[in-house]
């Protein structure tokens, strides 16, 4: 089973490669990040006519989540369940058959001095929460999405430089971590433990892709039974370098399911 996660930064501005990168990869299942549409504007119509399902939620011009699959999930949540703020543009649960996955777009923070950092922080520990409360580790759970958060020096290209960077504060990687240690494996990193292995590259460095001037903050994680079962994962860089791009990339898993 071939998964994959991907930030567009607007589906709809995104269609286009979007579509072209389900026709050349032929994934069973497609977790879109950032879709900055309203439901009833949401282009479902163009996944469905080349035989993809796609459950979703979104707001005009800011967040947005999209399970796109092979099949209709047989079960679907949107947000946290704990009383808070539900964040249902933010989270996305699909379930199919025994495979649980989780997409999240986790928030970016604006500066650490914000109360959106904070925010952010406490976002992470109510998702540790919401994994203890309704999984297992002796589940298949895949947590995987646009996260924000660059967990080693590795993951950026300038990490010296980025000391106080929301996306790679020590506060922010610690409380990432902790989440993580819910029992979750990098299936990225499992594949690819060397350095340079990135998935975002701004739009305000020229041409950062080709360069190699990047950060590592999309990820797959997978649950023990999930990881043990992993073929393979990769980030293909190909879309990035094409017209028009999204600032992040797709990032591929294998499992043998």
Same mark, same amino acid.
């Given at each position: 089973?071939?998964?994959?996660?991907?930030?567009?930064?607007?589906?709809?501005?995104?269609?286009?490669?979007?579509?072209?990168?389900?026709?050349?990869?032929?994934?069973?299942?497609?977790?879109?990040?950032?879709?900055?549409?309203?439901?009833?504007?949401?282009?479902?119509?163009?996944?469905?006519?080349?035989?993809?399902?796609?459950?979703?939620?979104?707001?005009?011009?800011?967040?947005?989540?999209?399970?796109?699959?092979?099949?209709?999930?047989?079960?679907?949540?949107?947000?946290?369940?704990?009383?808070?703020?539900?964040?249902?543009?933010?989270?996305?649960?699909?379930?199919?058959?025994?495979?649980?996955?989780?997409?999240?777009?986790?928030?970016?923070?604006?500066?650490?001095?914000?109360?959106?950092?904070?925010?952010?922080?406490?976002?992470?520990?109510?998702?540790?929460?919401?994994?203890?409360?309704?999984?297992?580790?002796?589940?298949?759970?895949?947590?995987?999405?646009?996260?924000?958060?660059?967990?080693?020096?590795?993951?950026?290209?300038?990490?010296?430089?980025?000391?106080?960077?929301?996306?790679?504060?020590?506060?922010?990687?610690?409380?990432?971590?902790?989440?993580?240690?819910?029992?979750?494996?990098?299936?990225?990193?499992?594949?690819?433990?060397?350095?340079?292995?990135?998935?975002?590259?701004?739009?305000?460095? +020229?041409?950062? *892709?080709? /360069?190699?001037? #990047?950060? !590592? @903050? &999309?990820?797959?994680?997978?649950? +023990?039974?999930? *990881?043990? /079962?992993?073929? #393979?994962? !990769? @980030? &293909?860089?190909?879309?990035?370098?094409?017209?028009?791009?999204?600032?992040?990339?797709?990032?591929?898993?294998?499992?043998?399911?």
């Amino acid at each position: 089973m071939k998964i994959a996660t991907f930030n567009a930064n607007s589906i709809r501005a995104r269609l286009a490669p979007t579509l072209a990168w389900l026709d050349r990869e032929a994934p069973d299942i497609l977790c879109v990040q950032e879709t900055k549409v309203a439901d009833d504007a949401f282009p479902a119509d163009a996944f469905r006519a080349v035989g993809y399902a796609v459950t979703f939620r979104g707001e005009k011009s800011y967040n947005g989540v999209a399970v796109i699959s092979r099949t209709a999930p047989t079960a679907v949540a949107y947000g946290f369940d704990d009383g808070g703020q539900a964040d249902e543009t933010r989270l996305l649960y699909a379930r199919f058959g025994s495979l649980h996955v989780v997409n999240t777009y986790i928030p970016q923070g604006r500066d650490i001095e914000h109360p959106m950092y904070r925010y952010k922080i406490e976002w992470l520990a109510r998702l540790k929460a919401y994994f203890t409360r309704r999984f297992s580790t002796r589940m298949k759970v895949l947590w995987l999405g646009d996260m924000n958060v660059a967990p080693e020096a590795m993951d950026i290209h300038n990490a010296e430089q980025q000391t106080n960077h929301v996306c790679f504060h020590e506060d922010v990687r610690r409380a990432f971590a902790d989440t993580v240690g819910w029992g979750f494996t990098d299936i990225v990193r499992r594949y690819h433990p060397g350095a340079g292995v990135f998935t975002f590259f701004d739009y305000r460095t +020229p041409n950062a *892709a080709k /360069r190699g001037m #990047g950060w !590592r @903050i &999309d990820h797959i994680l997978a649950s +023990p039974p999930l *990881a043990r /079962r992993a073929t #393979g994962a !990769r @980030i &293909d860089l190909r879309p990035r370098l094409d017209e028009r791009p999204s600032d992040h990339t797709f990032v591929v898993a294998e499992f043998d399911l």
